[in-house]
């Protein structure tokens, strides 16, 4: 083990020598991968612009969906798409503003300055990092407000959904923003502290740190968080109720509450999911989902559901995750004394490896602007982790299937898709990189050839060869 870790620790000092080179274009390098990764944002999202022009809806959904009903859903999808392109654009401008006028280090130096104003101490590196990310985040973030306000009382609004008002979105803006604070700047403290402390061997100890976080988090948001975005009523009792308790007990699956969510107060959208620790679980159903399907729809909905569960997927899901960290760590462990990319940036380079004006070296600005370099590898990540959720989506539908849940699990997706407005047709390549879901075609086409014994009367090896094959046919 610990031949490994020293391997891997020479290793890492290798490469970042040779990454810390004054000769290498670090500025001119984020800006031309931005900019790729832009054109191929709009690359994609063009693509899907013609699907919303076709005159007639795929033969899944012909008899699902009436002219009316699919002439909505093609006007609110090419609204939505010149929306999302018209923000692509907007987010490059602004990044790239961001890079090209100096911002972070004039910002940094501000900040500095700001902080002698006021009478803090220079050497208060944790102190300085939070106010400079704080001040990053506002100059980004307020913009960005615009933009979400023109979603909600303009798009959504134009196609029926929005149910918010403009004070709800206030006093939700407000909320948003006060407990990113509240839990964003310690939780960076927190991490800038450990990489402080902790020195080359840094990596570990944060995946510690941001697992427990994550576990802290789990348990604080139902409770202490999403009550002050929306109310959670016990289902009533009644045939849901009923049978949702009847599924579960079946399932062996730990219901502790069953909620119903007043999504309707923001939108007609609608839903339901599940959440909590292993031991204690949460359904929690959106009212419009209530309203628009049977009882025996809702059930099967959450069969699905259930299905993620039953199979581990959010724990694979959670694996994935920190496998990716864990990538991001080491990666970043090569570059945060890098003095080529500091200097690149406008940065005094002495600041990559301590601080001038006494204190911790301040980690923050390393970390900033190695996200900046390695974020277009992102695009990568969105494609790797949307072709695992299909596969999940597949393989719940087929566990609700093979409970016996054929009709009403497809009865209740094409409600959904039809009260959601989803877009009926979809480009192939915007869908493999934007959805997490399989379109709906998709989903009904492959729902008709599940066969085979129910899931749960599946030995464990049954049951793992089931899905092997089940992930050779979809490949
Ligand atoms: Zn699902």
């Known amino acids: 083990m610990s031949g490994v870790v020293t391997k891997l620790d020479s290793a890492i000092s290798r490469l970042a020598d040779l990454a810390d ?46 002219k009316d009903t699919f002439k909505k859903a093609q006007a609110y999808g090419r609204d939505k798409i010149t929306y999302a392109m018209a923000n692509t654009v907007y987010s490059f401008a602004v990044s790239l503003a961001l890079v090209y006028f100096g911002v972070y280090a004039s910002t940094w130096d501000a900040t500095g300055r700001f902080m002698a104003r006021v009478g803090l101490a220079a050497s208060r590196t944790i102190v300085h990092s939070l106010l400079w990310m704080s ?66 061997h840094f990596v ?36 849901l109720r009923t049978r949702v308790e009847a599924l579960a007990s079946k399932l062996k699956f730990p219901l502790a509450h069953l909620y119903v969510i ?65 990538f991001t760590l080491l990666v970043f462990s090569i570059f945060i004394h890098n003095k080529a990319l500091f200097e690149a940036f406008g940065f005094d380079p002495r600041l990559a490896v301590s601080s001038p004006t006494g ?37 719940a539908d087929a566990f609700a299937v093979r409970l016996g849940f054929k009709k009403e699990l497809g009865d209740a997706l094409i409600k959904l898709h039809v009260s959601n407005l989803s877009s009926p047709h979809s ?5 493999a990189y934007h959805h997490s879901h399989p379109t709906l075609p998709e989903r009904l086409r492959a729902m008709d050839e599940y066969t085979g014994a129910s899931w749960l009367k599946l030995s464990p090896q049954a049951k793992k060869q089931e899905l092997t094959e089940q992930h050779k046919k979809e490949d």
């Open 21 to 66: 080179n004054p000769a290498f274009p670090y500025r001119q390098a984020v800006i031309w991968l931005s900019s790729l990764q832009t054109a191929w944002e709009l690359y994609v999202q063009r693509r899907q612009v013609p699907k919303f022009s076709i005159p007639f809806p795929p033969p899944e959904l012909k008899d699902h969906l009436k």
């Open 135 to 200: 001040y990053l985040t506002l100059i980004q973030a307020v913009p960005g407000i615009a933009w979400s306000y023109y979603y909600t009382f303009v798009l959504e609004e134009k196609h029926g959904f929005n149910k918010s008002t403009v004070k709800l979105f206030i006093t939700d803006t407000l909320k948003t923003y006060l407990l990113t604070a509240a839990i964003g700047l310690p939780v960076l403290a927190g991490f800038l502290k450990i990489i402080d402390i902790a020195g080359k």
């Open 204 to 239: 570990i100890w944060l995946m510690l740190f941001l697992l427990g976080i994550q576990l802290v988090l789990q348990i604080i948001f139902p409770i202490f968080i999403q009550p002050l975005f929306n109310k959670f009523t016990p289902l009533p009792d009644g045939e």
């Open 262 to 326: 007043d999504g309707s107060k923001r939108s007609s959208h609608s839903n339901a999911y599940f959440y909590g620790l292993p031991w204690s679980k949460r359904i929690v159903i959106y009212d419009t989902l209530i309203k628009d399907s049977s009882p025996a729809e809702v059930e099967a909905v959450l069969a699905h559901e259930l299905g993620h569960w039953y199979l581990s997927h959010p724990t694979r899901l959670i694996l994935i995750a920190q496998a990716h960290l864990l």
């Open 359 to 395: 204190g911790s070296q301040p980690v923050v600005i390393g970390f900033i602007l190695y996200q900046l370099l390695f974020e277009p590898l992102d695009t990568v990540v969105k494609f790797f982790m949307n072709s695992k959720t299909r596969k999940y989506e597949y393989q």
């Open 427 to 431: 480009d192939k390549l915007y869908s």
